[in-house]
């Protein structure tokens, strides 16, 4: 898998790509799947959150790919993906995650943990979204929280 960071890293890199890696590895995507990470400001990130979920305040990460159809959400997204390849010029695109650097910075305080490891766990967060995965409902923000876990710890 092809992990493409963008932007100023508030941490080392390994543990964030690690944490994509085993976020999809129960997937089995082709070896050519790519995914973009990119660290932005609050001020983008913001912008970025009233632009596309209309709340006017900075958020830690966003997801940006594929429409995924929730029956699709995991094992089917990669199904989902597969056949947008002619679309996307050959490619296995799973779409971009956005970071705030500032905001996961703010957060590894509050929760008493390394930078890194808060970095890791929305990395893992952001790809779980780009399979399909919601975190919008009760249950889906349960079952989000455990699929990252798993995947940081």
Known sequence: MRIAIAGEAPCELAPI???????????????????????????????LNKRFRRIDRTTDVLSFGEAIPPRDRGPG???????????????FDLGEILISAPQAARQA????????????????????HLLGYEDETPAGYREMVRLGHDATG
Do not use: C, W
């Open 109 to 128: 305080r509050r929760r008493k943990r390394p930078v890194a490891e808060e970095v890791a766990v929305l990395a893992a967060h952001g790809v779980l």
């Open 77 to 91: 997204a990669v199904a989902h993906l597969e056949r947008r390849r002619s679309e996307n010029g050959g490619r």
């Open 17 to 47: 790509r690690r944490a994509i890696r085993r976020a999809v590895r129960p997937y089995r995507l082709p070896r050519d799947a790519e995914v973009q990470v990119a660290f932005i400001s609050d001020t983008d990130m913001r912008a």
